[in-house]
């Protein structure tokens, strides 16, 4: 049973850099069936996708974050990685990683169980 | 881009209730939409794909329907692990959206 596992910081200053990584287990980031992405949720609001990336390295960004977001994936360590430049209060949310099937999009299928993140100083 | 209208955005119902939810598309999505329930703390579960599929494991009383710009999902007989927050979310394109959210609470 494929598992996605979120890392990296909980908490970020203004202005700096968040980066978060998507670690795949019992399955390869590598399988051309499927597209890897990222969304997030601030408290107590809804859902927004950030992104999605195919092992080949397309990449796919939400228009509104698209200039702050880059989305990775490393092959060799079987993961995929998030990187939101100059965070703001506003970029506070729980992240999470998410596997969607690309033949016909499916939605997000398996999900990590999320890494909260805070941007304060 | 694709904006999604979820209706209503609170829904107060009962144990055994049929509750319905609808989502609305701003342009033709043909049926590349699916649903998802989440609780509090806890990662969201997809639902429903290509607007009226199950997916594996999901109770029957779920149900999706529509096609274009105009999609419901429904319960049949509301269960007391249905209380929950409900989102649709369009996969028409390489850009993806979430509808806002319906949250079903007890009555």
């Known amino acids: 049973q494929l598992q996605l596992q979120e890392s990296g910081p909980g908490l970020v200053k203004p202005s700096d850099t968040l980066s978060l990584t998507c670690t795949v287990s019992?399955?390869?980031?590598?399988?051309?069936?499927?597209?890897w992405g990222w969304i997030r949720q601030p408290p107590g609001k809804g859902l927004e996708w950030i992104g999605n990336?195919?092992?080949?390295?397309?990449?796919y960004y939400n228009p509104s974050l698209k200039s702050r977001v880059t989305i990775s994936v490393d092959t060799s360590q079987n993961l995929f990685s998030l990187k939101v430049d100059s965070v703001i209060a506003a970029d506070t949310a729980v992240y999470y990683c998410?596997?969607?099937?690309?033949?016909?999009?499916?939605?997000?299928?398996?999900w990590g169980q999320g890494t909260r993140v805070t941007v304060s100083s | 881009d694709i904006q999604l209208t979820q209706s209503p955005s609170f829904l107060s119902a009962s144990v055994g209730d049929r509750v319905t939810i609808t989502c609305r598309a701003s342009?033709?999505?043909?049926?590349?939409l699916a649903w998802y329930q989440q609780k509090p703390g806890k990662a969201p579960k997809l639902l429903i794909h290509?607007?009226?599929t199950l997916q594996s494991g999901v109770p029957s009383r779920f149900s999706g329907s529509g096609s274009g710009t105009e999609f419901t999902l429904t319960i049949s007989s509301l269960q007391p692990e249905d209380f929950a927050t409900y989102y649709c979310?369009?996969?028409?394109?390489?850009?993806?959206?979430f509808g806002q959210g319906t949250k079903v609470d007890s009555k």
């Open positions: 019992g399955g390869s980031v590598s399988s051309g069936d499927y597209y």
């Open positions: 979310q369009e996969l028409n394109s390489y850009v993806w959206t």
């Open positions: 990336i195919y092992y080949s390295g397309n990449t």
């Open positions: 290509a607007a009226f």
């Open positions: 342009q033709g999505i043909s049926s590349y």
């Open positions: 998410a596997r969607s099937y690309v033949g016909a999009p499916d939605g997000f299928d398996i």
